[in-house]
Structures are given as C-alpha cells and as structure tokens.
C-alpha cells in the first residue's frame, strides 16, 4: 500500500509534464485541459460502467448543490501545471502546490469547513507547516541563485492557489462520496463537471478573442505519451478514494505529497518529457527534503 500511495502521487508529475506537450501542440492551454478532462471522463465513465457504480448516479437529485462543484478543482490545477511547468519548472510547480495543499488542509481541519471533523492545530502540525514553509521559500532563492529567472509573483500565487483547490476538492467530494456511496460514480461527477466547466471557459475565451483557437490538426504530432495526463488524473482520482479507506487519510496525503516531490526532481534533473533541464543542487535538494519532512509533519 505504501508503494501503492507514492506511486499516486508520482502520478500528478507525471501528468501536469504530459499535460504541458499537449498545451505546446495545441497551442491553447485551455484546449490542452479539456482534451485531457475528456480523456479522463471517458476512463472513469468506463470503469463506472463495469463495476456497476453507473447505478448510484440515480442518487444525485437529493445531493446538496455543492456536494457536485468539488470537479471545478480539476481545471485550475491542470491549466496551472500547464502554465507553470515550463516557467518555473518541476520541483518549484510542485513544491508551489504541496504548499498550497498543505496550508488549505490545516484550514479545513482547523476550522472545521466543508464538514471536515475540527482537529486542533497540534505543534507537530505546527512544526511541519513552517517547514514546509521554509522548503518553498529555500527552493525559490536556490532557483534565483542557480541564474534562474527571478518567477512572477503571480505565477507564485498561482501555483499556491491551484495547489489549495487540492484538499478543497477532497472536502467536497468526501461530502458526494458520503451521498452516493460509491468512489467511482464520485469521480465520474466530479470530472464530468470539470470538463463542461474548462469547456464553458474555453468557449467564452474563444468568443472574446483572448485565446487561441486549439490547433486540432497538431494532435497527430503529440507523443503518446502527451496523452497520460488524463489516464492519470483518473488513477489519482481511483486511487486516493481505495487508499484511504485501507491506510487512512493523513497517510495517503503524506505519502502521494512524497511521491509528486520525488517525481518532480528526477523530471527537473533529467529534463524529461522535454521540459527544460534544472540540475538538483544541494540548495534545492534541502529545500526538496524541508517540503517533504513538513508533509509528513503536518499530516
């Protein structure tokens, strides 16, 4: 199970890399994340159908109306990869969003929002939040001493932002999950809806001029594995809702958090997926190790 969750979570680097070719071909990062939405709707509307999770659908017309909008998560954290990726690279994108995750898990539990159960914030929690802190903000000064350019405060709030929506999304599709019973019928919804909603932003976008229209006939010049970004979100989705029944929340987060960090190095250092190559020095590295220690901390 354990290598079950850090495998998960090596999937999400894996999938805002892949995400990012499918954006450069088509030219419309808005067009990239609605290709990949679809792809993994049709994934989980299939495993759906063959598990016989079609059937508790029929349970949607008594859920509250906010126990549905936990997809609109998904578009945000796929167009932000696909934006970010190139910019600032791997282990900064991701770090951005572990951090993101970390302190809107607190918030939930802290607060108690979303019926999330209160859980008071212990020192340990404490601890591990200031050093997730302190990962990030050692990652972006290595990046800027290693002749990096200096990123966009913006492209850093993004990256924070999309990384929030994260246990948001959980909370809400918890709250769905509770409603209909079956894990699978959940991320059929959730992604359902997040792909009419990127599809809506990339409609009216498109009518106001202020991006490009998708070059669909560049599709066939996308490497096959340019198409992994929706296989797995849809295992990440799959995943997470068996994993924590069997090991428990704090630990699936914990242990996927470890994964996305880890992925996202060895793509930096080798530059795979054709991103732009950024050595693992010792400044990133400890920074790296902050992130993940806080992590395993705060959950």
Known sequence: MIFAALAIGCLLAVQASANVQLGAALRSPYGASTAQLLVATGILAVLATVAGAVAALGGLAGVT???LLGGLASPLYITSGILLFPRLGAVLSMGLFVTGQVFASLALDAGGLLDVPRRPLSPATAAGALAVLAG?????????????????PGWLALGLVAGAALPVQGAVNARLRADLGAPLAVGLVSFTVATLAIAAVLGVLLASGRTPRPRVGALGAVPWWGWLGGACAAAYVTGTFLLIPRIGAATTIALTVTGQ?????LIDHRGLFRLPRRRLTAARAAGLALLVAGCLLAQ
């Not at 990030?136 to 966009?152: C, D, F, L, M, Y």
Request: hydrophobic residues 60%; glycine residues 8%.
């Open 65 to 67: 109306w906010w126990h």
């Open 136 to 152: 990030i903000t050692v990652i972006v000064v290595a990046q800027r001493a290693g002749g990096v350019p200096a990123a966009r």
């Open 261 to 265: 960090q880890v992925a996202s190095a």
